[in-house]
């Protein structure tokens, strides 16, 4: 990927790696502590807290500084118009639900995307202090070292993740697919952050991830992560997924084949 440089000099990556970090100390400082906890969308389990909030606001201003004419897709903020063709994608918090119910499996994830093509994704998981960071065509790194996708050949020998989302209907889906692969596959985790378990992929913790109704802030980074350690993220039709695809499965190629046989379009 060509360097993309901010105004005070340093890279996209640099600046976004800032910017997580400083959003991981927000998360961190009020981590089981006392929130503020509101409903929005549909379904009750749809909520944000203020830290939430608190997280996006410092990201949203880290990024804007350093390149005032990117435009801005947040989670919890919406879209924020840039002159750029460039945007960040933000999740200050993906895996809201577990952070509120004191479960150490969260991140925050910044993505920077041209049209459908991610040029930067980066997931910090600040429980564990562990930065996945991949730029197009340079390779996936925990940090800072390497990593790829699994190399299981079946799902037989293979932990799956999933989650099952907000939507009664889609989330009742998901369940028969889960019931549909169990006795078919080693095991299945509901892990409660689709970004997190999608950078799990990319290093080959997880050896495929499924979902069928995620956004952007979900995906983005995780595409340019799982590509760039080998691995492939498709729909649900084995078609290449970009930041706006609502269903994907992560994974090697030969798990992913095998996956897509199996469910089909369950």
Same mark, same amino acid.
């Given at each position: 990927?060509?360097?993309?440089?901010?105004?005070?000099?340093?890279?996209? +990556?640099?600046?976004?790696?800032?910017?997580?970090?400083?959003?991981?100390?927000?998360?961190?400082?009020?981590?089981?502590?006392? =929130?503020?906890?509101?409903?929005?969308?549909?379904? +009750?389990?749809?909520?944000?807290? !203020?830290?939430?909030?608190?997280?996006?606001?410092?990201?949203?201003?880290?990024?804007?500084?350093?390149? %005032?004419?990117?435009?801005?897709?947040?989670?919890?903020?919406?879209?924020? /118009?840039?002159?750029? /063709?460039?945007?960040?994608?933000?999740? %200050? =918090?993906?895996?809201?639900?577990?952070?509120?119910?004191?479960?150490? &499996?969260?991140?925050?994830?910044?993505?920077?995307?041209?049209?459908? !093509?991610?040029?930067?994704?980066?997931?910090?998981?600040?429980?564990?202090?562990?930065?996945?960071?991949?730029?197009?065509?340079?390779?996936?790194?925990?940090?800072?070292?390497?990593?790829?996708?699994?190399?299981?050949?079946?799902?037989? !020998?293979?932990? =799956?993740?999933?989650?099952?989302?907000?939507?009664?209907?889609?989330? +009742?889906?998901?369940?028969?697919?889960?019931?549909?692969?169990? %006795?078919?596959?080693?095991? =299945?985790?509901?892990?409660?952050?689709?970004?997190?378990?999608?950078?799990?992929?990319?290093?080959?913790?997880?050896?495929?991830?499924?979902?069928? &109704?995620?956004?952007?802030?979900?995906?983005?980074?995780?595409? /340019?992560?799982?590509?760039?350690?080998?691995?492939?993220?498709?729909?649900?039709?084995?078609?290449?997924?970009?930041?706006?695809?609502?269903?994907?499965?992560?994974?090697?190629?030969?798990?992913?084949?095998?996956?897509?046989?199996?469910?089909?379009?369950?």
């Amino acid at each position: 990927m060509k360097e993309i440089v901010s105004r005070s000099g340093r890279s996209a +990556r640099e600046v976004a790696l800032q910017a997580v970090g400083e959003a991981g100390e927000v998360l961190m400082r009020h981590f089981q502590g006392r =929130l503020k906890v509101t409903q929005k969308g549909t379904g +009750r389990r749809n909520i944000v807290t !203020d830290v939430d909030i608190l997280s996006e606001k410092n990201i949203i201003g880290v990024l804007r500084k350093e390149f %005032p004419d990117f435009g801005v897709l947040s989670e919890e903020a919406g879209n924020l /118009a840039g002159s750029s /063709a460039l945007t960040w994608i933000i999740d %200050p =918090l993906d895996g809201t639900n577990n952070y509120v119910f004191g479960i150490p &499996f969260f991140c925050i994830t910044i993505s920077l995307v041209r049209g459908r !093509d991610v040029l930067l994704g980066v997931v910090y998981e600040p429980v564990r202090g562990e930065f996945f960071v991949a730029e197009k065509g340079g390779g996936a790194y925990l940090n800072g070292k390497p990593v790829s996708v699994s190399g299981k050949a079946s799902l037989q !020998d293979s932990i =799956l993740g999933y989650d099952i989302g907000y939507n009664p209907q889609r989330g +009742r889906e998901m369940l028969d697919v889960v019931c549909h692969l169990w %006795p078919q596959v080693y095991g =299945l985790r509901a892990m409660g952050s689709a970004a997190l378990s999608i950078a799990y992929v990319g290093c080959g913790r997880l050896d495929l991830y499924f979902h069928r &109704f995620l956004y952007p802030w979900d995906i983005a980074a995780g595409l /340019a992560f799982v590509s760039e350690a080998g691995g492939r993220v498709t729909d649900w039709k084995g078609r290449t997924a970009g930041p706006r695809n609502r269903q994907i499965i992560a994974s090697n190629e030969a798990l992913r084949t095998e996956f897509l046989g199996r469910v089909g379009q369950k």
